[in-house]
């Protein structure tokens, strides 16, 4: 079995700037003063282009974690947002409820047993919410006609 060719130091110096952020792949290839052929050829090489798939991967994960971090908060807010004056937001923030999918109610609903019972009541999607979420839509909807 033969051993893996190493990336070069321009190759790993290119990729890390491709996810930076602050260089889009243009911008990266011509700061490392590579042509668009030598990157075609770097993209054909399978150690290149495993490299480089590995770190979208990585990217697509903590993109994810971030999300999920902060999905209950967003949720929570949501919620809160429910009772505000300005009735478009509180009939906006219903419909957001209300297209959640099923698995991000129940996220909600566990968030919210895990918090003191005095914060619990803003944030979990009781029967008493949800009704209150269909009144304000079934107002909004009478306005609307």
């Not at 979990?124 to 919410?129: A, G, P, R, V, W």
């Amino acid at each position: 079995m033969g051993r893996k060719k190493q990336l070069t130091k321009r190759q790993l110096a290119v990729i890390d700037d491709l996810f930076s952020g602050e260089l889009d792949e243009q911008a990266a290839l011509d700061k490392h003063k590579i042509s668009r052929n030598i990157y075609n050829k770097w993209l054909a090489d399978e150690q290149f282009s495993e490299q480089l798939r590995e770190r979208i991967t990585s990217s697509h994960r903590q993109s994810e974690l971030i999300v999920a971090r902060y999905a209950p908060l967003a949720a929570a807010k949501l919620v809160e947002l429910t009772e505000s004056q300005n009735p478009e937001t509180a009939r906006k923030a219903c419909l957001d409820i209300m297209s959640l999918p099923p698995a991000a109610t129940k996220k909600i609903q566990a968030t919210s047993a895990s918090e003191p019972a005095g914060e619990q009541e803003g944030q979990q999607l009781s029967d008493e919410t949800v009704s209150r979420l269909l009144a304000v839509l079934a107002e909004q909807e009478g306005d609307m006609k």
